[in-house]
């Protein structure tokens, strides 16, 4: 109040603003109260402080991050859709009021400056990349120099590549996929597929199975090519993860995996082994009976036989063992076949031998 007493204002732009990400978890009064105060509650001060003043222009810095969501920002998207609010506010009311809806600037000392390299190269990946000062100031001319009715209380002068928008479907904002054209249909598929090539693996392959996709979210997260960097027992931690990668990598695996993994999951599971392990619990439970292992076994023995070319010699062999194997199987189970019942497989051929495997099994 004091410094507005001291000069004649003819507009404002209001271009404060912090950061303190973190998963939602990890959210606390002081750290909501850190990103309020000079977004929500300085351009509130301003809008009360200037409403006897004839403004040219009231104009606020909002961020993409209130439009579309933003992983680990949830302080920082709710200040700045705050900000959005009062501008429709304004313009309702007859005064000047304009919230623009950037995406990150670089090389002007703001916030996305902090931001590491990487971190700049993960957002153009996702479809965003920053802004430098000229590009940013011609998209600021441009934006005020639109119409002032209520429709245009917010504008969004976010630059968009559409080709990585296109490149990763299924993580595009749900407000973006007309423009990006893809399809708004359900996630599920990806863990449809992953459940199905789980099934009939034994343990040890579901195992290297899930660490590989597991690999594959963490190079993509970091932007390495393929997997071959990723060490399956080193911690996420030393390479480089934070809160918005940690929460980027929980999204991947959701949609790879079909799960609703939390957003603390590298927290609680450190590795990339440490997490296949855990998408294995839930995705493919362990086989309490040991039915599906002893299942598997078998197919892999049916497919083995189907592909042998033996002699008469072996084949015989192998006929007799699978023979002795089928009745101490039946012997063993209490509602298995009397004597009667059990078929002569002294004369059976070997297609007749199969079909009996596969009856037994399940799968005529």
């Known amino acids: 109040a004091a410094v507005l007493d001291g000069v004649v204002l003819t507009g404002v732009v209001h271009v404060a603003g912090v950061l303190d990400d973190g998963v939602i978890g990890a959210m606390t009064p002081e750290r909501l109260d850190g990103v309020f105060a000079p977004k929500a509650d300085a351009a509130w001060y301003l809008h009360e402080l200037t409403a ?7 104009v606020m810095f909002s961020s993409v991050a209130g439009l579309l969501g933003g992983p680990g920002q949830a302080n920082y998207a709710a200040a700045n859709a705050f900000l959005d609010a009062l501008a429709v506010v304004r313009v309702g009311g007859g005064l000047p009021g304009r919230s623009l809806v950037w995406g990150p600037w670089v090389g002007v000392g ?3 400056d902090r931001l590491s390299v990487g971190d700049v190269e993960r957002l153009a990946r996702q479809g965003f990349p920053a802004l430098g000062a000229v590009e940013g100031m ?4 441009a934006a005020m120099s639109a119409g002032s009715d209520a429709g245009g209380a917010v504008m969004v002068p976010l630059p968009l590549d559409l080709v990585a928008l296109r490149s ?4 595009v904002p749900y407000l973006l996929r007309h423009m990006a054209r893809v399809s708004s249909r359900g996630k599920a598929g990806g863990g449809a597929t992953l459940a199905g090539r789980l099934s009939g693996l034994g343990p040890e392959e579901r195992e290297r199975l899930l660490l590989d996709v597991v690999r594959e979210q963490v190079a993509g997260v970091l932007g390495h090519a393929t997997a071959n960097a990723i060490e399956a027992d080193r911690a996420f931690k030393e390479f480089g993860f934070d809160s918005l990668t940690a929460v980027e990598f ?5 949609i790879a995996t079909g799960l609703e993994l939390p957003s603390t999951l590298v927290f609680d599971h450190p590795t990339a082994r440490d997490v296949a392990v855990q998408i294995q619990e839930l995705l493919a439970p362990r086989d309490a009976d040991g039915s599906q292992q002893l299942i ?8 083995a036989l189907a592909a042998a070319s033996l002699v008469d010699g072996g084949r015989a062999q192998i006929t007799a063992r699978l023979e002795t194997l089928l009745r101490r199987w039946n012997a063993a189970q209490p509602d298995a076949a009397t004597a009667e019942d059990e078929p002569d497989l002294s004369t059976a051929s070997d297609d007749e031998l199969f079909d009996l495997l596969d009856n037994e099994l399940g799968h005529s």
């Open 52 to 58: 006897g003043m004839e403004l040219s222009a009231f």
């Open 110 to 112: 703001g916030m996305a």
């Open 138 to 141: 011609e998209l600021f001319d």
């Open 168 to 171: 990763q479907p299924a993580t």
């Open 250 to 254: 929980r999204n991947r695996l959701n």
């Open 296 to 303: 598997s076994e078998v197919e892999r023995l049916e497919a």
